[in-house]
């Protein structure tokens, strides 16, 4: 059983390049406004706990390869920030 999500595999489409890390960034969508104000409470309690989080900003992310109503999935470009 998959759960209530679709199967990433069921709508992937990676680049051309060869893939060296599985390096993936995702994000809501900005009609996901529920989930936003979860990650942003979630946020707010890691940070009270000592974990560091960041949010990121960019343009230019990256080959989408997954995507549903709320969120998106894509394998960054070689120039986009990761956080890591």
């Known amino acids: 059983m998959r759960g209530t999500f679709p199967h990433p595999n069921d709508s992937i489409a990676l680049s051309r390049k060869a893939i060296i890390a599985a390096i993936r960034i995702a ?3 900005d009609t996901a ?3 936003v104000e979860k990650m942003h409470q979630i ?3 890691l940070e009270a706990n000592g974990h560091q989080v960041a949010t990121i900003k ?3 992310v990256g080959y989408v390869v997954y995507e549903d ?3 998106v999935v894509a394998e960054p470009f070689s120039e986009t920030q990761t956080g890591g």
């Open 58 to 60: 960019e343009t230019r």
């Open 27 to 29: 994000w809501f969508r």
């Open 69 to 71: 109503a709320l969120q």
């Open 33 to 35: 406004t529920d989930c």
């Open 43 to 45: 946020k707010k309690v």
